[in-house]
């Protein structure tokens, strides 16, 4: 039996309150979706595991895997020829979750620089056995890898975000909190910059006006300041510029209320999860929002723009809309429903499924004393 190690960010930021939101926002990986499944890794792995950071280094004691937490690096837009070169000095074995390709959409390969193939190949070599040590997002990344000769080392087990709630029946539990039209609606605020997404994103936010609710982003800057009421920090041209794409029809000071009275952030997951129990349907772009939103029982929806989305909402069974579906004439709280697929059953037998290949995985590789994970699925 080893014991693991986790390569990855802080779960946490504890001392938020004190730092300036550029520094929050590089502790968080520049999203804060990223606390999101390294919590629910670090939970998985016992929450006094030891680790370290993207950054630091590790000296290696006697019987010590490393558990390196991925994210979507297998695309064009991620070099980790770095992280490769540190990955191979590391005299240890290796084990790698929540590894996702990023394409337009799941029918495109994505282009991947040889740097991020070396880290790839890298973190496979130093598995224990023959067993698969890179535990994929979903079928799309499979079939990438599968595509260039890398797929013995993998096996698809979407995120570790899905076993955050430690009920069997959660997808019944979500089922008994549907209520439509939904009187409070709560946003996994997406991109409010992005040409394309205007009439959505305006629409999105109209159902927070509309029900009280609550805009949650997890990035950019720009829109971390605004969930801080960091105004100051920002200049002008950049509070118009998120106004005329969100609030078209208010001026500056009352759009700055707004943000004041429903742009929401945070650096702690529970505390997110919390906020989230308060809502009767969470709905955007952001997966990792969502999925706390499952995860605390709320019915949720993605709205997928990417393979990444996809991929990981296919493997999971979480309800979602392609972007194109409701781009042009937006969401509000009369339609949701039209668009929400959510089949109780078949997302708790997924689950369960996926919380079973993730124990063997972890078997495979000689983790072996997973409480949570042997709780969960033993029904105690």
């Known amino acids: 039996m080893y014991t693991p190690v986790f ?12 730092l300036e939101t550029d520094k929050i926002f590089s502790d968080t990986g520049r999203n804060t979706g990223n606390l999101a499944f390294t919590y629910a890794t670090r939970r998985l792995l016992g929450e006094n595991v030891t680790g370290f950071n993207w950054s630091g280094s590790h000296q290696k004691n006697d019987n010590e895997l490393l558990v390196v937490s991925c994210a979507n690096q297998l695309g064009a837009h991620c070099d980790m020829g770095e992280q490769a070169k540190k990955i191979e000095k590391m005299d240890m074995p290796v084990i790698a979750l929540g590894l996702g390709a990023q394409a337009g959409s799941v029918s495109e390969m994505p282009e991947v620089p040889q740097g991020t193939i070396d880290w790839y190949d890298a973190m496979a070599s130093k598995a224990l056995s023959d067993k698969p040590n890179i535990a994929l997002r979903g079928e799309h990344t499979y079939q990438y890898l599968k595509s260039i000769g890398r797929e013995k080392s993998a096996v698809v087990l979407g995120c570790p975000s899905n076993l955050i709630s ?18 409070r609606v709560a946003v996994a605020a997406g991109s409010p910059w992005v040409p394309k997404h205007r009439m959505l994103e305006r629409t999105l936010a109209d159902m927070v006006t509309q029900t009280g609710g609550s805009y949650i982003t997890q990035m950019t800057l720009e829109m971390i300041q605004l969930a801080r009421a960091d105004f100051s920090h920002m200049d002008k041209e950049v509070l118009l510029k998120y106004k005329n794409f969100l609030r078209p029809n208010m001026v500056l000071p009352e759009f700055m209320q707004w943000c004041r009275q429903h742009v929401e952030m945070f650096t702690h997951v529970p505390s997110w999860m919390e906020h989230l129990r308060k809502f009767d349907f969470v709905v955007g772009n952001r997966i990792h929002g969502v999925m706390l939103a ?3 029982g709320v019915p949720a929806m993605c709205i997928a723009h990417d393979s990444r989305i996809v991929e990981l909402c296919e493997t999971m069974c979480v309800p979602y809309v392609h972007m194109d579906e409701v781009s042009k004439h937006g969401l509000n709280i009369y339609n949701l429903q039209s668009y929400y697929n959510f089949d109780a059953e078949k997302y708790d037998f997924q689950r369960l499924e996926l ?23 033993e029904g105690e």
Not at 169 to 180: N, P, Q
């Open 166 to 183: 430690p009920f069997r029946d959660l997808g019944k539990r979500i089922k008994d909190r549907e209520v439509f039209p939904p009187k």
């Open 7 to 18: 390569y990855a960010l802080n779960d946490t930021v504890d001392e938020a309150p004190f």
């Open 294 to 296: 499952l995860q605390a």
């Open 355 to 377: 919380a079973e290949k993730f124990r063997q995985f972890f078997q495979n590789n000689s983790l072996t004393e997973l409480k949570r994970l042997s709780v969960f699925l």
